[in-house]
């Protein structure tokens, strides 16, 4: 099968050392278009490195790792940007830019150097600010807003890239409940628009809820990888997290939460 036939973002056996000390080994997933897919584990587990490291934001010492079958880390930079938006986890704003033009940016990689913005983009810009309740706020500065409502400005701009394939590192993290699930919801409504959407999660009954996939990290490599049934199991998460969890159904939906901490298994 040629490269350009192959629909998917692949890391296969990923290691990544920073500092000197090994964070990842061996870690394989691949990220579907139209899927959801969740990293989670414990602190320190190297979600968030995992992600960079398809960023080429940190270096890799050993693996592949490939979209729509070619090497992601050879793609220049404008290329690699086109093919996967990041989200990053509370990410400083310096620049003293409106929320709209900030979303703005995300079209940049679309554009040749000093292109202005078509009807078409912009027609992009608005439609992802309406879908992150950012538009009412179009006009107000960035610098001026709480960390909640950076968050889904930055969303936005990862949106505003219309990339097939979708990074997002904690997204829900500072946000309130409603917009919490807000952003949820926004994941599952871009992976149904064809986007494959790889997330770092720590609220596991979103990671039930909302994410076709799951791969488990501890201690630097996967402990388990499937359907949130298979990988959410008592005995995975007391090894991986240390915790019991209670489980119940409410309108068929499953949830669940840690309530009390264990030794590990």
Not at 46 to 64: E, N, Y
Not at 101 to 108: A, K, M
Request: contains cysteine; hydrophobic residues 45%.
């Amino acid at each position: 099968m040629s490269g350009a036939n192959v629909k998917s973002l692949d890391v296969n056996g990923l290691g990544v050392s920073l500092g000197g000390n090994r964070i990842l080994h061996d870690v394989s997933f691949s990220v579907k278009p139209g899927q959801v897919m969740g990293l989670i584990g414990p602190n320190g587990a190297g979600k968030s490195t995992a992600l960079k490291a398809i960023l080429d934001i940190v270096p890799v010492d050993d693996g592949a790792i490939t979209v729509d079958g070619s090497d992601i880390h050879v793609m220049n930079p404008k290329a690699r940007a086109k093919r996967v938006a990041y989200v990053p986890q509370g990410a400083p704003v310096h620049w003293p830019l409106t929320v709209e033009r900030v979303v703005e940016l995300g079209r940049t990689p679309h554009l040749t150097p000093w292109q202005q913005l078509t009807p078409c983009d912009r027609a992009i810009v608005k439609d992802v600010m309406q879908t992150t309740d950012c538009w009412s706020m179009r006009d107000r500065i960035v610098t001026t807003l709480s960390g909640g409502e950076r968050s889904r400005v930055l969303l936005a701009r990862a949106m505003a890239v219309d990339a097939p394939y979708l990074l997002a590192d904690e997204p829900t993290a500072s946000l309130d409940p409603l917009h919490q699930l807000q952003v949820m919801d926004i994941m599952r409504t871009v992976a149904r628009a064809g986007v494959g959407v790889l997330i770092v999660v720590h609220d596991l009954s979103f990671a039930l809820r909302y994410c076709d996939q799951l791969v488990l990290l501890a201690g630097g490599g996967v402990l388990a990888s499937g359907q949130p049934d298979d990988v959410l199991t008592d005995t995975n998460l007391q090894a991986a997290f240390h915790v019991g969890v209670t489980r119940w159904t409410d309108g068929g939906e499953q949830f669940l939460a840690p309530h009390r901490a264990m030794g590990p298994s």
